[in-house]
């Protein structure tokens, strides 16, 4: 990726007129989020803002766009910011491949990589250092995912599910089953991809689930393993999650569980991370914090700290839904949004625009603050690189 300098004046009016002039031709993975229509989980996660029931003692510093803290035992949604704000998700992504593809695979299987199995990752992502000609057993291909968020790993286990593209339409379908409803799927990996997008709710719902399963939440806790290198040989793998290992300064969260960081030039940093004291278990997840350092781990400790702390009069704004597969609810749209997008889909028809039959009234809305989003990202990125894990 390239560094960008902040566009003039008349560039970012030109880019203001384009974003209008350009609707109709727009891709479908800008239309509006479904949670823009049904607002998953309870209707003040809808909201913009701080929802919260009992302030007292919430952390005054959090720079993320967009955060969650839930109840892993209840499911109750314990406070929110932007709960379902659509974002690049990085390698939190990961938590959705897990849960996707993890129980298809017995953990001692045995798999010989091929030069096709990951001639297909992506320059600049992170790698555990998987090597053609060397056999992994399926459970070191998961440590590989889930310690050095390996896209290596996941593109050669992608291959073993049949192919990146039937992995990617798997999770896709996942994500409805568990009404992810923010979440658009472009790779397994999480790397940047345009439209490739998801929200704090959603993957706190990701960890939600996937907890649930015992060989992911083994995976995730893992601090350390051995790695093949071919023969008898093998390098040791640090899990990169900095509150589980208390790498850079950090020390290791009291009760600690995962669950799983990211990083891209697109994405920033984004984190969610579970523990469980006293019996409780709580998930917290915090995207896009100012860049640096070990913000989103300090954001997503603070969040935790305040749930323990109050946790028990905090209330509720919201609930993690269970998956339709388990006798969840399907969310259904408010009368309110749907007469709107018939109406907006009536004057896309009206007017001959195939825009307002793809994407109504919440598609151009999102088109506009994409655009709006590009042109703040210009004036104030400078890309640190690409991903990271």
Known sequence: MRDFSPPSPRAARMSRRAVLGLTAA???A??????????????????????????AGLPKKLTARSWLVADHGTGEVLAAFNAHRRLAPASTLKMLFADTVLTKFEPTQRYKVTDADIADVPAGSSLVGVKPGITYTVEQLWLGVFLRSGNDAVHVLSHMNGGIARTVAEMQARTEDLQAL????????GFDHKGQLSSAYDLTLFAHHGLQNAAFRGYCATRTADFPAGGRKTFQIQNTDRLLTGAWGLGTYKGIIGVKNGYTSNAGNTFTGAATRGGRTLLATVMHPEPGGNGVYEETAALLDWGFAHAGAAGSVGTLVPPLSAGGSKASPSPAA?????AARAAGAASGS??????????????????????????ATIDEGRHRG
Do not use: C, F, N
Request: glycine residues 16%; positive net charge; hydrophobic residues 45%.
């Open 30 to 55: 800008l239309a509006a989020p479904a949670s823009a229509l049904t607002t998953v989980g309870g209707e003040r996660l809808g909201r913009s803002g701080v929802q919260v029931r009992q302030p």
């Open 338 to 342: 749907t007469e709107a997008v018939s």
């Open 182 to 189: 923010d979440t658009h799927v472009v790779s397994p990996d």
């Open 354 to 379: 195939s825009w307002g039959l793809a994407g109504g009234a919440g598609g151009v809305m999102a088109l506009l603050a994409g655009g709006a989003y590009a042109l703040r990202r210009r004036r």
């Open 26 to 28: 727009a891709p479908l």
